[in-house]
């Protein structure tokens, strides 16, 4: 997990609520990414930045935003619109370059959100 | 369509055993490979990856895999397995239609390793 923080790593909602996970890296790397992981299914991707100020849609984004004010920082909040948010939240982040340079991603040791 | 299939949600294995998880895929062009472990309520940590080159990639904690293009398939062995190698394993592969200029992976749902003593 070195390298990528994560807080809270437990993360209590209440119905209607909106909270926002941190993710954190000193790694210096460009591109950042959030994932949700449910049990059984593998990874999902909810939003990527490959550069500061810029950040995508990834394949589960309604109800989640993203911001990318800082390299180093890539909050993700969960709104009220994200109807089944009960899952464990996971940001990782990878050196940029484009799609000519396969780069493993680093991962944070996660936070897992359960809805009351 | 592009994905990642591992066939097998978990695979026991007696200590000091050779241990294989299984993984397949299907993508377009040339296929980009990583395995990925996760322990409890932890993040992923990475193994090794597939880009070129020799099939039989080497990586962390005495890990391999095997590329076969033939078969479609990068599964990931150890020769002798211990009980702390218990834990999730995760299959991937970039994803090669997406138009962006990054890494998009595909997970496969994951493969649990329960190693016995």
């Known amino acids: 997990d070195g390298g990528i923080t994560q807080s809270p790593k437990y993360l209590f909602r209440k119905e209607g609520q909106n909270v926002t996970l941190s993710c954190e890296q000193n790694?210096?790397?460009?591109?950042m990414y959030w994932y949700r992981q449910d049990p059984g299914q593998g990874l999902r991707l909810i939003y990527y930045?490959?550069?500061?100020?810029?950040?995508q849609k990834g394949d589960i984004a309604e109800g989640y935003s993203v911001s990318r004010e800082k390299k180093e920082s890539f909050p993700l909040t969960v709104t009220s619109a994200q109807k089944n948010p009960t899952a464990f939240y996971l940001c990782a982040s990878s050196i940029g370059g484009g799609r000519a340079v396969i780069n493993e991603q680093f991962f944070g040791p996660g936070t897992r959100l359960t809805v009351l | 369509a592009q994905s990642v299939a591992q066939p097998e949600d978990q695979v026991n294995v007696a200590e000091g055993n050779p241990l294989t998880v299984k993984c397949t895929y299907s993508v377009s062009g040339n296929p980009y490979l990583f395995w990925y472990v996760q322990y409890p309520n932890r993040g992923l940590q990475f193994l090794l990856k597939?880009?070129?080159?020799?099939?039989l990639v080497k990586g962390s904690y005495g890990f391999e895999a095997e590329f076969n293009k033939s078969q479609t398939s990068f599964h990931l062995k150890k020769p002798s397995a211990l009980v702390s190698d218990s834990a999730l394993y995760f299959c991937a592969v970039r994803d090669s239609m997406f138009s962006g200029g990054y890494n998009k992976l595909i997970f496969g749902a994951g493969t649990r390793l329960a190693v016995h003593p």
């Open positions: 790694l210096n790397h460009d591109a």
């Open positions: 597939y880009i070129t080159g020799d099939n």
């Open positions: 930045s490959q550069i500061v100020n810029d950040f």
